[in-house]
Each structure stands twice: as structure tokens, then as C-alpha cells.
């Protein structure tokens, strides 16, 4: 059976794209092994596309605040399931599972953030990327009040929110555009690597 | 009374931005004739104020497919409404007046779109443009025909979707932030340029 | 172009209006310089129009209790956006920018009550109200005890639920005609008099 | 046991009421055999009581149109019940059993008037009045058409509309001031009048 | 007219079902005076059929535990009213009624248990069962810790949400066949024994 | 670390057992090579275990019927997930994965029905099954019209309906109970049997 199309749009062969483009992708197949079907299916819009990968490296890359890499996957997976977005359960959940060597933690999020194995913290923590995604227009200085007690600061705070809002759009376009995660992701991170 | 401040999170002073901030902003500031809040609020974070901008450009600027520059304004008024975003809703409500000359579709669109002044084309595209902020992973072929069927291409149905999605984005980082709108946009686009 | 009919509805002449009807209306057209379309469309039946201005005149222009003008306008417009009626956030919302003069209350309130320059008090106001408007089965004893903490007495209540209960009508009766605010509403109350 | 009291608000004697009022009242009970609460609970505000029973009777005692009396007492038990108001599924299921002669269409209609033993002439306009209920921003020239191919007029479609939107105003001020169905209301009208 | 069907599906004849359905059916006829459609209904599959009729035993006709018949039956109207089920808010309000000899409780309950003649601790029991009904994923300790505090263990909350379950499938099984209530049930435990 | 319990509520140890229970779970276990929790979490209450086997037994071990065993996992997966049921979701979308040998499958069907690599027939039994879950009074002929044209007769939709209503029983006694998921399930099915 012939594979499904990886999107509804048009997706350019590597060699077709700006060098940029080209660059930056080859750079992850060789971390990842292969090329997460998001950084083809976007790249339909070379300059959509870099402001998008700008914005994504701004918020999980960055090296200052409190919130582990892990802890940023799990924001990312929760929201993402709110917003019935595949390929971001799916590959997130994957990133997910390997940064927080929890095989368990990506169906348990994304089915019920109440019942996952995580700490109290992060419970406040999805409980907010939760709200700032369904109503964030009720956010208020009450949750700003909770999650200080928790030990976030307000630049966690904006961190939280942000990566929630950047995974809204991300998971909009997915969406939109039929985007379909990779085969590999949903292995990855399930089996201890010396075992397989 | 003092003036509420414009964002919950501090705001950089401009002669404390980097060189490539500080040049857009002036040059906003030029244009417009005061800045837009969003310049400065979002400022906080350099990083993510240059991608915010990137893509604010690659779907705002360019100059391809069939929609118009008011009708993107629309789409980002209604999405905004239903994401209770007060800044969006009155800068882009006062765009999308300038843009129009209709000094009334602002509201008629916030409120109720389905009430205003607009084209059978141009509804079919907001409640497209509602399904992708609201539910998007229910959208489906049926979808893509319906706006075909209204002359939009899968370029502009892009175009609709991402703008939605990008500023689903804004909208809560606009309401994490507690953005401020500046208060000329509020009667801008609402009288004849003569008779002010 | 063909100015919009301001109803689904046939709308009567003044001419051909019962005399209790046609003198209400003179009066308003003389206080407020312009006929109002809510006094023309819902004129299609006059025994229906004289019960819905009996009961907005007992609700609004009595003196008693502590709402002021303003803020009986400010449930007026929260409750009518909650209800997607444009006649009435438009109408209402140049009242109230009128009676508070703030020229930017209209707008605040309407996309997101949390958000507006307003007081404490107020915001418990309107947060009661939208309660009344979405699930008026919840009230308990608990909203009463709340609101009396801001100095409203249980007449005070009764205004603020029967307010939000008439427009809870009003918003409906607009919504099913179809009806158009007058365009000289959208730009009252914004300007200081003295300037135009 | 108390009898617990018909209003959270006080409830004039009938010897203190004005005139107008304690007239009608007493003609109820005689016609009646008891007095409803709602003319005793709203008699706390008597210019209010003049407007709401002026649009009752404007509304449910005229004789124009093709709604029968049983027909609009459907609309009142269908939006009531989604409304969650005690006081008008009980008071307006008794008339509704009375009218049409049938002692289960109160229950079958308030909880689910898909399944009540109704025409689809009913059932569409029912459906209709659920839109007006809840979502009434939403009604288009579609749901005209609909209605039309049943038969109605557009006359009949502002009456469907407008005991919606009334009993939309008398849920929300019974369940605000927690007003109690008499217990007479609830044995109406279920057992044939020769059989008691 | 002919009676409508008591279910969408083959009701088959009390002859022709097995001999241990047979034997519940003429015993419960027996006690009740006539048959409850449920019975008839169901018996299209006799092995649903007896694993139905089990656990219906297993939750209601068992000794142990605090809750009493009455509140049994106030947890199935409560949330068989949520789930819009006219078979089983018609058969156990007249259960309920019967239990609790209050003619007024079956509909107190359907329509908002907010205003039902109850205690404070069967108020917070349907509203427990009510979370299980609509977001049993939200159940969490701090449900268990107000449960407890009304006098309730938690072989008591087990039943409580057991019997919110159990329903929650036996209404949606009588939506799927339509199935209708008798006749009976509508005016059972309405009127004292001694009266009729 | 110890291993969080499996339940909430007490679980008895397999040697307390009723002799019936433990002969099926022993069963289980040599069958499946470990006793999946729900058999062991719900026999708390041997007498409602017991029902509820002979209701899983009899939707999911019948021979009848045009719903292949994978079908039914589909449904059962669908509907978990909207009901947020961490266990239903893991342990039926394992055995999802082994009937259908599709090792994607489970996660598809979780997070978005719509984007699964299934038939149009299962497309279409699947919001059949979410509509059962939702809103089953908004059942109706129309829908049974619409499954009899993907070739369902009544049985196959008694089946899709009864096995939707049975689990959404199962997945509000697993969120009372926090019910966890054996972590064996996460794995199954998604490796093909002999590379592991």
C-alpha cells in the first residue's frame, strides 16, 4: 500500500528549497535520524516557515528559566491533545517520553494531565498552559498568585503561556494542513535504548 | 490618573532595545504616528519579538493570492473576538476600518459575523476561519470544496488558516500579558480623514 | 448603495403608528437627535412594544438603588456581546461611553469584562451578571453573600439579574429581526463634545 | 414542616398591593382555584409585574396566527427546561397537559422533545425555539425557510421567537429570586377531570 | 391511535424469552402491577439483558452502605436528566416519589438540584454524581475529602459514582432504542395511596 | 521507586477471591501473560464484577454481527478517549493494535478519529459511536439511515451503540476508582511480534 501523502499541500523535494531550509533540515536528519514531517510539510512557505522555526528555537532551546526540557514536551503534549492535533501529540509525545526517560508519560498526559506520574508542580503548570489554552482570556493575577507558590517565576509564567500559544498555531496549521507524523515517533522513547 | 500600563511584564525602554527593534519601531512610529503597544510589550523578549514579527510579515505583507488586505483584518477581528482579546480586536478592528473605509464593520464583524455588511465570499471565509480558531481538527475536505466553491484557491485557504492560527497565537500571548491597546486605535478609520 | 433594511421585519411609518407610540418616539427623536431603530422594529406589534418599553423604563430610568446609569449600561453591554446581539452592544455601548464618559469603556467591556478600567465592585457586578445570563440556575446564596461584600443590598441584586434578564429578551428579539443599530452610534460618546 | 417561602425576596400581602394588581390577582383565583406564585413573587416590584404581565398576555392570550394555545405552551416547557427554571416547567407543564388534553407531553417535551409524541410541524418549531434559546445569534434566513415549509408564517415565526425570548426573561428572574411552583401545579391536568 | 412502539428495536413476546428472563419479567409485573418497559425492551438480547439486570441488583437492591433507597433513586433522575432520558427520568421519578412519599422531589430534580427539597448532604451527593456524569476525569481527592465531610465513607462514593455509571449506560441504551416509558409511571407516588 | 497502586479503592489479593473471580483472572493471566488491572481493581465488589464481565463478554466475545473484533476496539478508543479514561484508552488500544495488526492505529483513533488511516464504513460507525457518547438523545433516524448506507444493519448499530454506553460505564468507574493501567499495555502491539 502506497503511503499517505504527508500533507494536503504540495510538499518540495530538498533539493528545491532555499538553502536555508535545506541546511537546517539535513542538520536534524543526521541528530534524529530522520526528517520530522513538519519541517517539510511547512516548508510549502520558506518564510512562514523560518519565522516558525525562529519561534520554536526561541522557546525550547533557550537555556535560562526553571522549566526543563522535558517539562516544556509536557506542555506541549497536553495542549496538543486539547486541540486534537496528531502530529504534535505523536511527535512531541515522543521528545516527551525520551527527555523524561518515562516510557508511561505521553499517553498519560495526553489522555488526563490529572492522572500522570508528574509532581505537584507540573500539575500547576498544565493546569495553567491548560487554561491559557481554552479561556486565556480569564488568566488572571490569582494563577500568576498559584504558580509563584509553586516556585515559577514570571518568567516561567510567560514560558508556560508562550509555548502553549506558539503550540496553538503549530497545531492549527497541523490541522489545517493534514499533517502527518512520522512512523518512527511513535516507537521512540518507549524501549530503553540498550534493549533494542 | 495614571495611565494603566500596557502589559503585565516589564516594558524595555526603546534606547534599550537591540539596533533592529528599535529601527522597525521607529519606523512603525513613523508610519503610524504613535507605536502600536504590541511593539513594546512583546519587546521583553528579543527573541521571540523577531520571530512574532517574521511571521506577522510573511502573512500580513505579502502581495500573493486573492485575499485582500481587509479581509485579512477581518479574519483576525472575528478569530479575535471569539478569543476575547481585547488589543486584537481594537488594533486590528481599527485596521480593518481604515483598510475598508467602512466605519462600522469593526464591531458588526466582533460581535456577530454573520450580521455584517460583508460578501457571501467573504462570510464563508470567516466561518472557515471560526472552525480553524475553534475546532480545528474537525476541518476536512468538505471544507477545502465549500471555499472553492466561493473562488478561494488552497493558496488562500492557507492564507485563512494560518493567519487564524497566528493569531490564536497573539491573542494569548495578548491576554497572558494583559496587553494593552493604545488608546488612538479606538477612533481611528471611524470618521472621514477631511473631516477630522 | 441601498442603506440596509433595519429589520427582517416590515418596519411602520410613523404616520401609521398608534398616537401613544408616535409620541413616545417624537420625544426621543427629539432628546437624541435620531429615532433609535429599536422603537421603529419593534413597533411591527405595538402591544408587545409598550410591555418591552414599560419594562425598560422600570428598570432604567428609576432612581432608586445604588446602580448608577453607567453601570446598569455596563450589564447591559457585557450580557448583550455574552449573547452575540449587535443592536445592543452598539446601541448600549455609545450610551454607556456617554454616561461614564470613557470613551474606551464600550469596547473593554464588551470583548473582556476582566480587562476593563473599571472598579472591584464593578467587575463583581458583571461577573454576577454574565452568571445570570449563562446558567441563572446556578445563582445560590453564595453569588448574594459575594456581592453584598461589595456593598450591593438585595435590591441592588435584583437590578443587576432583572437588567440582565430584560436585555437576555431584548438581545433575542434584535437577533431574530435582524435589526441594524443606527450608524450614529458607533461614533457617539467617543469624541469630547467640545472637539467635534 | 414550613412550607419554605415562593421567593428569596420578600412577598407582599395581598391587602398591600396597588390595586391594578390585587385585581388581577384575584381573578386568577377565581379562575384558577389558587393564585401562581409568579403574581405574588413578582409583585415586589409592581411596575415591573404591570410590564411582564402586559407582555405575557400580549403574547399568549391573542388570538392571531397559527400557534395554538397548546402549541406555545410547548415553547415555554422546551426552553424553560434547558433553562433550568423549576417554576416554569412545573407551572407551564400543568397548562400544557390542560391544553392539549394529554398527561405526558409535560415530562416528554422538558426532557427531550426530540422524543415527545408531537408533529414534526411541532418539532421543527421547537427546534427553532431551542436556536433562539441558546444560540440565537445563529438564526438565518435558512431556518425561515424551514419553518415556512412547515407552514408557518413569518408572523408565527416572531411569535416562537418572542415566547422564547420572554420565558428566556421569566427563567432568569424565577431562578434569581428562587421562586417556587405551587404545589398545585404539579397533579394538574394528569388524570381526566370525571376520574377525580 | 395506536399506542407508539416502546422501542425502536423487536420487542419480543413474553412466551418466547428464555424461561429465567420470563420468570424476573412475571415477577416484577407481580409487584408492580404491570411490567416496566425496560424489561421487554432489553430482553432483544437476553444475554445483555441478564448482565444488565445484575448489576442493576447488584447497585440497588444491596443492604450495605449509607445511602438510602430514596437517594439511590435521586442519583438516577439527577443525572438521567443531564443525559436527556425520558425512560429513566419517568420510571425512577416515580420510584423516587414513591420511596421518599414526596409528590414534588422527581421533578425538583430533574429540572435543577440546586432547588430541590433536600438535605445539604444529598446536595453535594448529586453533585458528585453529576461530575461522574459529565467530567468523571476531574474526580479527584478533594471530591473524596467534601464526600467524607457530609458523613459519606467511601464505599458510599463508590456507590454514589457506580450508580451514575450504571445509568449513564442505561440511558444511553434507551436513547439508542427509543425507549418509552409507561403510562403508569407518570403518575405513580403522586397522590396518597388513600386518596385514590 | 514503589509502583503507584493500580486503584484508588482497596484491591483484593488474587487468594481472597471468590473462586469464580479468581478461575477467570487466573485465565487471563495464562492467556495474556498478566492480569490486566481492571480485572483485579474491580472485583472490590465481586457482585458488580460479575456483571460486568458477562456484559464485556457478551458485546465483545460475541460471534455475530458485522463488527469485526478490531471495530470494536476502534470504538471503544474513541469514545475512551473522549471520556478521558487513561486505562480504556491504553489497555483497548493495545489490543487495538494486535487485532488490527496496525501499530499507528491506537494513537490516530485517540486524538482524532477523523485523520485515522481507516475505511469510510469505520469513519462513520465511529461518529455514530461519539454522538451515543455525547449526546445520545440526539439520536435519531436519520442517523440509523445513514450507517444502513455504509451496510450496518440495526444489530451491528445496537452493537456500535451498546459497546459506546458499556464503556462509557467502564471509563466513569475507572476515573472514580483512578484505575491504572498495567504498564505492559503501553508497548503491546507495536513491534511486529518477531523482532522483539
Same mark, same amino acid.
Given at each position: =500500500? ?19 531550509? *535545506? ?21 510549502? *512557505? ?6 516558525? =522555526? ?23 503534549? +497536553?495542549?496538543? +491533545? ?21 516510557p508511561l508519560i505521553a499517553e ?16 500547576? =503548570?498544565?493546569?495553567?498552559? =491548560? ?10 493575577e490569582a494563577d500568576f498568585e %498559584? ?21 496553538? %498555531? ?22 530503553? *535504548?540498550?534493549?533494542?
Amino acid at each position: =500500500m502506497d503511503k499517505p501523502p504527508i500533507s494536503r499541500y504540495p510538499v518540495p523535494a530538498l533539493q528545491d528549497l532555499p538553502e536555508d531550509l *535545506r541546511a537546517r533540515i539535513l542538520e536534524v536528519q543526521e541528530k534524529a535520524g530522520f526528517v520530522p514531517n513538519v519541517f517539510l510539510a511547512l516548508a510549502h *512557505r520558506p518564510a512562514e516557515w523560518r519565522a516558525f =522555526m525562529a519561534y520554536h528555537d526561541a522557546l525550547l532551546l533557550k537555556d535560562s528559566g526553571s522549566l526543563s526540557k522535558g517539562e516544556r514536551e509536557m506542555i506541549i503534549v +497536553a495542549t496538543s +491533545a486539547a486541540n486534537h492535533c496528531l502530529y504534535c501529540v505523536v511527535a512531541h509525545g515522543a521528545i516527551l517520553r525520551v527527555y523524561e526517560k518515562k516510557p508511561l508519560i505521553a499517553e498519560q498526559i495526553a489522555v488526563n494531565p490529572q492522572k500522570a506520574d508528574i509532581s505537584p508542580r507540573q500539575r500547576a =503548570m498544565l493546569a495553567f498552559a =491548560m487554561k491559557v489554552c481554552d479561556e486565556s482570556h480569564r488568566v488572571d493575577e490569582a494563577d500568576f498568585e %498559584l504558580l509563584r507558590g509553586h516556585g515559577f517565576d514570571d518568567e516561567d509564567i510567560w514560558d508556560i503561556g508562550a509555548i502553549t500559544a506558539f503550540f496553538g %498555531l503549530s497545531n492549527r496549521m497541523a490541522n489545517l494542513s493534514a499533517m502527518r507524523p512520522n512512523d518512527e515517533f511513535y516507537l521512540l522513547g518507549r524501549v530503553p *535504548r540498550n534493549k533494542t
